[in-house]
């Protein structure tokens, strides 16, 4: 009787892969899902992609980096996607997430390199901060006389009297996207760790200080604004005072309306994020389903395409976006380890 239970639930489990894999095989259409700041290069890609004829153009998703991937790693099969953008590294708990769902390997492609700005409208003074005083602004904590308290901070003039009088409004992204993730990391911690009280705590109790680093005040001040980025550009032009956080690409592409703050005395141009002076830039990433591989038609060739020097190089047709080329060398690893379908490795 147990022989024959164990066979049962052993067909169960070989059917059950097999379903999965004829669910994959029976789409015929890419799926990419994530990043709002990566969504227009993997559209670009696609559109090529489809245009040579070959294969169906990729239907290509803007859904957040988090969002993204929490689909990503929902399971095998035609009802999960292929690829998921992404402006951050996978974090190990959405690894672990994908090895609970059955997604035990995926490649890890790495595209190139953004810069993440803080913009206003044109119509007013360009602004001109460093990482502490956004640190200062935004934070929920922030240190008076040596204990941390709410931040009382209102005016960006409270922050430091070189700055405006005028009120602390800033639209940024959700925790559920990668920009908010890479800007928390990169400028309000960059900024945190310029205030010695706080890298004492930093050098005492990492995870203390990373606590206080990462919490963005919630009383207004910093305004959620969603992953649409074209409604963050129509509240920056409504509202001149206001600034709002995003891709160096999307301001690129709307350098026409709005403008980039100056941090730490730098612009964000591409040529400064290329050369890393410019202080808030960030690695850009996709995730392929490597099970997908060989039943999604063209997953392969796709790679191929997005990690081609026509695309992702220096003179390539991603640069004309906004996206900024990783150095020749890096490049050429990238493409032979993603043709090579290498399994990323945390």
Known sequence: MRTALRGFVTLLTVLGCSQAATDAQARDQIHIVGSSTVFPFSTAVAERFGRAGKFK???????????????????????????????RRIKQTEVDLCKANGVAQMVEVKIGFDGIVLASSKKSPQSKLTLQQIFFALAKQVPVGGKLVPNPYKLWSDVD???????????????????RDAFVEIAMEGGARTIPMLEALRAKDEKAFQAVAHAIREDGAYVEAGENDNLIVQ?????????????????????????????????????????????????LYFYVKSAHVGKVPGLREFIREFTSETASGEEGYLSDRGLIPLPAAERDAVRKSSAALTPYEP
Not at 238 to 253: E, T
């Open 57 to 87: 153009t990729p239907v290509v998703e803007s859904t957040g980096s988090g969002g993204g991937l929490k689909l990503f790693c929902s399971g095998l099969g035609d009802k999960t996607p292929d690829i998921a953008n992404s402006s």
């Open 161 to 179: 009297k070189s700055l405006p009088a005028v009120k602390i409004e800033v639209l940024g992204p959700p925790p559920t996207s990668g920009t």
């Open 235 to 283: 509240k920056l032009e409504a509202n001149p005072h206001s600034l709002g956080i995003f891709g160096f690409s999307f301001l690129d592409q709307n350098a026409d309306k709005i403008q980039g703050s100056l941090v730490n005395g730098v612009a964000p141009t591409f040529e400064a994020i290329a050369d890393g002076k410019y202080a808030v830039s960030r690695s």
